[in-house]
């Protein structure tokens, strides 16, 4: 077992137990007991000056314990440096970290990780099985309400949300809210000569011609986005019209969502006609909304830049726009630069687009994959600042939060309410 010594511990919570650990046998069972009630991670010493709390994340084990990495995705660090600090003599390891007030992430714990560093693992498949969320937090990414994915049941996550982090009243769900029908299908298309899974929603009021949403990573609609329920409240409350969605799902995500031409293709001229035909409805450009994260946003992005007849509104959420093509290539030869941040470069040269785009980006995404590839929230800043230089419509904003789904299943509602809005 790795027994680091906590000579210095920020936590005041974890410094006054170990000093009762001498005299007073019952302190460690105190301690649990104060975290069963009142919950986790612990919010201590406040600093009015900077606006951040001192978050301390714990761990109990429950059988022989090696290690174990907290899995964050805030701090620019790997694995081996994840590991968090075991207090000697008792069951407890803990990890202290200093965060901005109105933060919200997603975390979990990972006991007994192989350390090996991201770049090197070769299965992740078995990493992730290891992989689990916080007993002492009832507040999950995946909603607790729906039949999970089985795919999904890896990336369930607990969510950290600070005092002041902005609510998320959308995607509760209301029983007294009238809800949308979803229906699964098998599409397949002739463009791209596959087959996938599509969900359709629509709104028992959505009739003639109506707003549709296009989302991508749609395997996910009900249970990491809860989009359905986003959606039926948002119509409930009046914000914005009764609507249909595609939900898209994925067949090869690194293959179609970054900037594949084919791809769209497939959607405007197969999907979309298919699906408003399957829901006996129609639409116009100025009424749908391509809308993604991370490589969906990128997704949405293109196709709204290439395909403005069919997507006249874009929202992007977290989008790749650092990407380039064959991205993962990280070799280098001396004298030569790659150029990442493909799409904007092309936008400063094609024909403007008649769209309303909506951007978001987090104030914890300023990290590359690599020392020399770009952040991505400085190239959805880039992508803001070209677009807006060429004229377009741009709405853009910044979360306090990281590349994951605890922002983005409430910011959606804030993207539909601007675009679909009354």
């Known amino acids: 077992m790795v027994t680091t010594n906590p000579d210095v511990i920020e936590s005041p919570a974890i410094a006054k137990l170990r000093d009762e650990l001498g005299s007073n046998t019952d302190a460690l069972a105190a301690f649990w007991a104060e975290v069963a009630t009142h919950g986790a991670p612990l919010f201590e010493a406040y600093d009015e000056e900077t606006r951040t709390w001192l978050v301390t994340f714990v761990w109990r084990e429950d059988g022989p314990t ?55 693992e070769t299965d992740w498949e078995a990493r992730r099985a290891k992989w689990t969320t916080d007993p002492f937090n009832p507040e999950t990414v995946i909603d607790p309400d729906s039949p999970a994915l089985q795919a999904l049941r890896s990336w369930q996550s607990a969510v950290l949300s600070l005092p002041s982090a902005k609510p998320q009243p ?16 098998t599409f397949a298309g002739e463009i791209l000569g596959n087959e996938r899974q599509i969900w359709l929603y629509k709104h028992p009021d ?23 329920t986003v959606l039926d409240n948002l119509v409930a409350d009046g914000a914005i019209p009764p609507l249909v969605a595609i939900f898209v799902g994925n067949v090869d995500r690194g293959e179609e969502l970054p900037c594949n031409a084919d791809f769209v293709r497939m959607l405007s001229t197969e999907l979309v006609p298919w ?26 992005m293109f196709a709204g830049l290439t395909a403005p007849e069919t997507f006249g509104l874009v929202a992007s959420q977290s989008g790749s726009f650092w990407w380039k093509p064959n991205p993962m290539d990280y070799s280098r030869t001396i004298g030569v630069t790659d150029e990442y941040q493909w799409l904007p470069t092309q936008v400063v040269d094609w024909p403007q687009a008649d769209i309303r785009i ?52 409430d910011s959606q509602a804030d993207a539909l309410i601007h675009l679909l809005g009354k």
């Open 66 to 120: 090696e290690n174990v990495v907290l899995l964050e995705w805030v701090r620019p660090i790997d694995f081996p440096a994840k590991v968090m600090t075991h207090l000697p003599g008792t069951d407890l390891w803990y990890a202290s970290i200093r965060m901005f007030e109105s933060v919200r992430t997603q975390y979990g714990f990972a006991p007994n990780d192989n350390l090996v560093p991201k770049r090197e």
């Open 358 to 409: 909506w951007m978001e980006a987090g104030t914890l995404e300023g990290r590359g994959f690599q020392d020399f590839t770009p952040t991505l929230l400085d190239s959805n800043r880039h992508m803001r600042n070209v677009l807006r230089a060429r004229g377009y419509d741009v709405t853009y904003r910044e979360f306090d939060g990281g590349h994951d789904y605890s922002v983005w299943r």
């Open 206 to 228: 959505a009739a003639g011609t109506v707003p549709l949403l296009v989302q991508f990573d749609g395997d996910g609609h009900a249970d990491i986005f809860r989009t359905p």
């Open 275 to 300: 699906a408003l035909n399957e829901l006996d409805v129609r639409t116009t450009a100025d009424l749908t909304v391509a809308n993604g994260v991370s490589y969906g946003g990128l997704a949405a």
């Open 170 to 185: 959308w995607i509760v769900r209301r029983d007294e809210v009238i809800r949308g029908e979803v229906t699964e299908h």
